[in-house]
């Protein structure tokens, strides 16, 4: 009896090992990150984009298993130095916010997708389950998402909202309390990215 389950978990073990893909993302640089803000005064926004978006070539492991896609070594990380903003004092304040010159990146880890076809052809959408870090900090969040492909290329937009106390900060005041910030900020992305895997097939493909 014990010589068969040991069978079974060693069949079980080989099958999750095949299910494993190793996949490329070639990240393009129309992709662009938002974060949306406001005070008792005015919203704001600051935004990644165009250059300053990280761009290049990602590798990582997939694991298909009840219907989520599992990533290893999923994670962006994005210069808080390279967002810009129209609204100078509430970009001066954001740097502050965040400890910049102490923690210089936000890390976004994706650790899997949960996908759903929609009813539109190519597009479909699902949720990321996601690591945030910021000033050192980890929370986790679950991020919808909508995506369309065409071919290997394919485009992701999400957003979360969330209040900055979930990591340790505190929302900012201005001109002796007369200026003060939300807690609450959304965070924007919207993706470009190339995606390529053995045999030019990948493990999103499958989910459509």
Do not use: H
Not at 9 to 36: E, N, P, Y
Not at 89 to 111: N, W, Y
């Amino acid at each position: 009896m014990k010589r068969a389950i040991g069978i079974i978990l060693l069949v079980v073990a080989f099958q999750q090992v095949q299910a494993q893909k190793r996949v490329s993302l070639d990240l393009m640089k129309g992709s662009s990150l938002t974060i949306l803000g406001k005070s008792n005064i005015v919203p704001f926004k600051i935004f990644l984009k165009g250059d300053s978006f990280p761009s290049g070539k990602l590798s990582l492991v997939t694991t298909e298993k009840e219907n989520k896609i599992f990533l290893n070594d999923g994670q962006l990380s994005v210069n808080v130095n390279d967002f810009t903003s129209d609204n100078r004092m509430a970009l001066r304040d954001f740097k502050k916010l965040v400890k910049s010159e102490s923690f210089p990146e936000i890390k976004l880890e994706i650790t899997s997708l949960d996908l759903q076809r929609k009813s539109c052809g190519k597009a479909f959408g699902g949720i990321a389950n996601s690591v945030l870090t910021i000033t050192g900090v980890s929370k986790q969040y679950k991020i919808p998402l909508n995506l369309e492909s065409c071919s290997d290329f394919y485009t992701a937009e999400g957003r979360v909202k969330l209040s900055i106390r979930d990591f340790g900060l505190n929302p900012p005041v201005e001109m002796m309390g007369l200026i003060k910030v939300s807690e609450w900020i959304e965070i924007v992305f919207n993706v470009n990215l190339n995606i390529y895997g053995p045999e030019e097939s990948n493990a999103l493909a499958s989910a459509k």
